[in-house]
């Protein structure tokens, strides 16, 4: 039981840096292009360019 009272503030460290985290990346428009990703891997590659 004594172990509860470093595990409880840990654990709401952690989610808080997690929920910190998500934030951050919402502000900075990671989420932004969400069809574009899933578009660009279906386009074809140009024929022109060497393969290697």
Do not use: C, H, V
Not at 11 to 23: D, K, Q, V, W
Request: proline letters at 6%.
């Amino acid at each position: 039981m004594n172990m509860l009272i470093y595990l409880i503030p840990i654990a709401l460290l952690m989610g808080g840096i997690g929920l910190a985290t998500f934030f951050w990346s919402l502000r900075s428009g990671q989420y932004d292009d969400l069809e574009g990703a899933a578009w660009r891997i279906l386009a074809e590659d140009d024929p022109d360019s060497p393969k290697s």
